[in-house]
T-cell receptor, first 113, second 112 residues
Framework: DGGITQSPKYLFRKEGQNVTLSCEQN?????MYWYRQDPGQGLRLIYY???????QKGDIAEGYSVSREKKESFPLTVTSAQKNPTAFYLC????????????FGPGTRLTVL | KQEVTQIPAALSVPEGENLVLNCSFT??????LQWFRQDPGKGLTSLLL?????REQTSGRLNASLDKSSGRSTLYIAASQPGDSATYLC???????????FGGGTRVLVKP
C-alpha cells in the first residue's frame, strides 16, 4: 500500500518550543516538499528537496528547518523563531527529472497554545 | 514571481448543474498546470494534469482547459453531485525546480 504518511495528525505546541513534524513516503520518489496552509488560503511552499542530503528554501522558510538523510523521510522542524506557526502543514512527494504530479499526505494541524 | 488567482472564491449550486471554476496565472513559462481537490481537514487529491503543450484534459465528468498564452485555465464539472462539494485548487508548475504555485481555491457546495 503505497503513499505518504504524516504524523501526528494534531500537534499542540507551547510558545518557545521547537516541534518536529514527520513525513514518510514509500513511493520511491526523489523529490519531497513541505507546504503551509492557512484558513481559506492556498498552499505556500516552505522547503523542498530534490535529492537526499540536499534541500532548498521555498517562499516562507524563515523559522523552519528540514533534513533529508533518507529518501523516504523529510521531517520539518518548526522552531521558536516562527512567529505564527498555527496552521495546517502538508507534505508532498513527486518523481524528479520530469514534471510530474505531486502526491500529498493527509496533513498535520499545528496549534500554538 | 508567479501569482495565481481563482475566481470565484466560493460557489453554491443545486445538484445537477454544471460547475465552471476559473484560474488565472501571471507567468506563462510553465511546464504544466494541475487541478487538485481538497476535502475539509484533509490533504490534496490530484484531479487533472495538463501539459503546457495541451489545450485540455478530461477525466470522467471533469474537463480542464489551458490557455497558456493568456494565463488561464478552467475546470468544468458536469452534472454536479453533492459528493463534489470540496475546495478545488489550481497550481501551475514552474519551469525551474518543479515548484507548484497554488491559488487560494474555490470552495464548492452542491446542494441536494
Amino acid at each position: 500500500d503505497g503513499g505518504i504518511t504524516q504524523s501526528p495528525k494534531y500537534l499542540f505546541r507551547k510558545e518557545g518550543q521547537n516541534v518536529t513534524l514527520s513525513c514518510e513516503q514509500n513511493l520511491n520518489h526523489d523529490a519531497m516538499y513541505w507546504y503551509r496552509q492557512d484558513p481559506g488560503q492556498g498552499l505556500r511552499l516552505i522547503y523542498y528537496s530534490q535529492i537526499v542530503n540536499d534541500f532548498q528554501k521555498g517562499d516562507i522558510a524563515e523559522g523552519y528547518s528540514v533534513s533529508r538523510e533518507k529518501k523516504e523521510s523529510f521531517p520539518l522542524t518548526v522552531t521558536s523563531a516562527q512567529k505564527n506557526p498555527t496552521a495546517f502543514y502538508l507534505c508532498a512527494s513527486s518523481n524528479q527529472g520530469i514534471p510530474d504530479t505531486q502526491y500529498f499526505g493527509p496533513g498535520t494541524r499545528l496549534t500554538v497554545l | 514571481k508567479q501569482e495565481v488567482t481563482q475566481i470565484p472564491a466560493a460557489l453554491s449550486v443545486p445538484e445537477g448543474e454544471n460547475l465552471v471554476l476559473n484560474c488565472s496565472f501571471t507567468d506563462s513559462a510553465i511546464y504544466n498546470l494541475q487541478w487538485f481537490r481538497q476535502d475539509p481537514g484533509k490533504g490534496l487529491t490530484s484531479l487533472l494534469l495538463i501539459q503546457s503543450s495541451q489545450r485540455e484534459q478530461t477525466s470522467g465528468r471533469l474537463n480542464a482547459s489551458l490557455d497558456k498564452s493568456s494565463g488561464r485555465s478552467t475546470l468544468y464539472i458536469a452534472a454536479s453531485q453533492p459528493g463534489d462539494s470540496a475546495t478545488y485548487l489550481c497550481a501551475p508548475q514552474g519551469a525551474a525546480g518543479n515548484k507548484l504555485t497554488f491559488g487560494g481555491g474555490t470552495r464548492v457546495l452542491v446542494k441536494p
